[in-house]
């Protein structure tokens, strides 16, 4: 398993993409398509995938597994302290 933390912010049609590593320390922000997003993930070292708990974050959660990602799914309160700004 890679040392790296990867958030996700699901959206229609544009996902952000924020890693970091376990300490901490900014690695890529990254803005994608839906279409890009798979591909993307595939070419990244197994890491801990954490998005928030929606109706498809349960469908990219299967697609990350089987990409070899391990995925953690929070509840939208938890989702708060990690907003710095408003969307």
Not at 56 to 72: I, Q, Y
Request: overall charge positive.
């Amino acid at each position: 398993m890679n040392d790296t933390m990867i958030g996700v912010d699901l959206a229609k049609n544009v996902f952000q993409l924020h890693a970091a590593s376990m300490t901490g320390h900014l690695k890529y922000r990254k803005k994608l398509t839906r279409a890009q997003f798979p591909k993307f993930m595939a070419d990244q070292l197994p890491s801990v995938v954490v998005m928030e708990a929606c109706a498809s974050a349960s469908h990219w959660a299967r697609e990350l597994t089987k990409l070899g990602h391990e995925v953690r799914l929070i509840a939208p309160q938890y989702v708060r302290p990690f907003v710095k700004r408003q969307k």
